[in-house]
């Protein structure tokens, strides 16, 4: 069946601008997650979801990251007033089971 | 917090060489391990995980909690293997979040 989907898969846009980032997970995967990768750095947890709600947001970086989820299907990451600094690689993944995780091939984030 | 270490950003090997990309961890409970792989040009996948004690694609890594490691080793390094590894750790808790480290490129010669 088909893996984890992302879109867009790159994305430039303007200082100032909010962007909207999403994912499909696997059907079925309760476990949703976002991580991000900032040049010459490991992954970073963002926020964890199971089902529709979010447990875990400690890995947003501030105020200006959100995201949300519908039932156990799409999610979406919302960055407002982008910085410079959140040039990034977005990853989604999903989980039906605790131990392996499916990434999605990502959305190359460039704040100009 | 835990934290994963790779200490080599860049490996490169010779094909049929052994090869080991070096991770060590620090973590005070029990965390449970994996390694993850991204080929050229395709998303990060799962190689293995500790949990399972198996051999994937010729790669195997021992758990070493004296030393809190969890090295990846391959005897014969092919060309194949080319790619970019990163070790990982779930540490405790119902969210099964993880930790990375920065990545390792292995670069197997011809």
């Known amino acids: 069946g088909a893996g984890v989907s992302q879109s867009p898969s790159n994305k430039v846009t303007e200082k100032g601008k909010d962007v909207e980032l999403r994912c499909d997970p696997i059907s079925g995967h309760t476990a949703l997650y976002w991580y991000r990768q900032r040049l010459g750095q490991g992954l970073e947890f963002l926020i964890y979801f199971q089902g529709n709600s979010a447990p875990d947001k400690s890995g947003l970086p501030s105020d200006r990251f959100s995201a949300e989820r519908t039932g156990e299907s799409v999610s979406t990451l919302t960055i407002q007033r982008t910085q410079q600094e959140d040039s990034a690689v977005y990853l989604c993944?999903?989980?039906?089971?605790?131990?392996?995780?499916?990434f999605g091939p990502g959305t190359r984030l460039t704040v100009t | 917090a835990q934290r994963v270490t790779q200490p080599e950003k860049l490996l490169s090997v010779f094909k049929g060489a052994p090869v080991e990309l070096k991770c060590n961890y620090s973590y005070s409970g029990s965390p449970e391990l994996f390694w993850y792989v991204q080929y050229s040009r395709q998303r990060l996948q799962l190689l293995l995980r500790h949990i399972s004690r198996e051999s994937i694609k010729g790669f195997t890594a021992d758990l070493n909690k004296g030393e809190t490691s969890f090295h990846l080793k391959k005897p014969f390094a092919q060309e194949e293997d080319s790619a970019m590894y990163y070790c990982?750790?779930?540490?405790?808790?119902?969210?099964?979040?993880?930790?990375f480290g920065k990545g390792t490129l292995l670069t197997v010669n011809p």
């Open positions: 990982a750790l779930i540490s405790g808790g119902s969210n099964y979040k993880l930790t």
């Open positions: 993944a999903s989980s039906s089971s605790p131990y392996e995780q499916y």
